[in-house]
C-alpha cells in the first residue's frame, strides 16, 4: 500500500481516465478526492470505491469558477489537512475546423481545460508549497504536441497546460514539487466512444500498437509519477499513445 495516508485529488474522476486514476491510486491505499461537476456522480464513485474498501470522498465542483474551487479544496484541506498528490484530468473537447468555430466553443475549452487547471492548481499549490512536498500531475494530449485538424481550441488548452506545467517545475522545484504532463493518445472511453467509425478506422492505422489504448494504462503512468520512484522527474511529458506520436 504505498499510498497510504496520501491524498490524492483528481479532478474529473466521475467517469473515463480519471475515475480508472481515481481507482488505481484507491487501490494502493491513498484517501482518493473524487472531484466533477455533479456532485452525486462524484459520490457515487466514491462510494463504489469505498465499497471495495478503500478511502474516498466525492465532491461537487465546477473547476471554472475559481472561488468555488477554492472553496472545495479548503473544505478537503479541513478534513484532511494535506493534499499530496493533484492529478488535473478534467477536460472537454468541442471540436470544429477554425473557420467554423463560435466564440463559445472556443472559450468553453480553454476555460475548463486550462482555466480550470490554473484554479485547481493554484488552490493545491499553496499547502503544498507549505508542506514542502507534492506532486502535479495533469493530462494534456498528443494533440497539445501535434495539433490536429478540427481541434484547434483543444490543442491549444493541451499545449497550454504543458507550457504551465514546466512553468510550475521550475517555480515549484525549491519546494520539493514537481509537476508533470501526461500526454494520452486515443483512449477507450465516452469522449473516443463519439468518434465515427470510419475516423476510428483511420486512427487505428496509425497506431503501431494497433489499439486503442485503456484508462488503467493512462492511469498506471499516473501512479508511477505520483510515487517517489518519480522524485527526480519534473516538468516532464509522457507520451502514452500506443507509439503513434514518436
Ligand atoms: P470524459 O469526458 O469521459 O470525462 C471528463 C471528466 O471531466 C468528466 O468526469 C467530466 O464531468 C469532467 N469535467 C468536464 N468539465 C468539467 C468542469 N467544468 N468541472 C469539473 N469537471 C469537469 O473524458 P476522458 O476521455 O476520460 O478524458 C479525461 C482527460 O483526458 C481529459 O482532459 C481529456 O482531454 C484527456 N484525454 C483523453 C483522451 C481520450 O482518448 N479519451 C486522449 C487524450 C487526452
Known amino acids: 500500500m504505498p499510498y497510504k495516508n496520501q491524498v490524492v485529488l483528481v479532478t474529473g474522476s466521475t467517469r473515463g481516465i ?3 486514476v481515481a481507482e488505481a491510486f484507491a487501490g494502493q491505499g491513498a484517501t482518493v478526492m473524487i472531484m466533477g461537476r455533479d ?3 462524484a459520490q457515487k464513485v466514491a462510494a463504489a470505491i469505498k465499497a ?3 478511502l474516498a470522498e466525492g465532491f ?3 473547476i471554472t469558477d ?3 474551487t477554492q472553496e472545495t479544496v479548503n473544505k478537503i484541506l479541513d478534513i484532511h ?3 499530496d498528490i493533484l492529478v488535473n484530468n478534467a477536460g472537454i473537447t468541442r471540436d470544429n475546423l477554425l473557420l467554423r468555430i463560435d466564440e463559445n466553443d472556443w472559450d468553453e475549452v480553454i476555460k475548463v481545460n486550462l482555466k480550470g487547471v490554473f484554479n485547481v492548481t493554484k488552490a493545491v499549490a499553496k499547502p503544498m508549497v507549505k ?3 507534492g506532486k502535479i500531475i495533469s493530462i494534456a494530449s498528443v494533440i497539445g504536441i501535434t495539433g490536429n485538424a478540427g481541434q484547434a481550441n483543444y490543442a491549444a488548452s493541451k499545449a497550454g497546460i504543458i507550457g504551465f506545467s514546466k512553468s510550475l517545475a521550475r517555480e515549484l522545484a525549491s ?3 514537481t509537476a508533470n504532463v501526461v500526454a494520452p493518445g486515443y483512449i477507450q472511453t465516452d469522449m473516443t466512444d463519439q468518434l465515427p467509425d470510419t475516423v476510428k478506422q483511420k486512427v487505428l492505422e496509425r497506431i503501431p500498437l494497433n489499439r486503442l489504448g485503456s484508462a488503467s494504462e493512462v492511469a498506471a503512468v499516473c501512479l508511477f509519477l505520483g510515487s517517489t520512484a518519480a522524485d527526480y522527474i519534473t516538468g516532464q511529458t509522457i507520451v502514452v499513445d500506443g507509439g503513434l506520436v514518436m
Open 39 to 41: 456532485l452525486a456522480a
Open 131 to 133: 508542506a514542502h512536498r
Open 175 to 177: 519546494r520539493n514539487i
Open 60 to 62: 461537487g465542483c465546477d
Open 52 to 54: 471495495k474498501g478503500g
Open 18 to 20: 480519471g475515475k480508472a
Open 81 to 83: 489537512k494535506r493534499i
Open 66 to 68: 475559481f472561488q468555488k
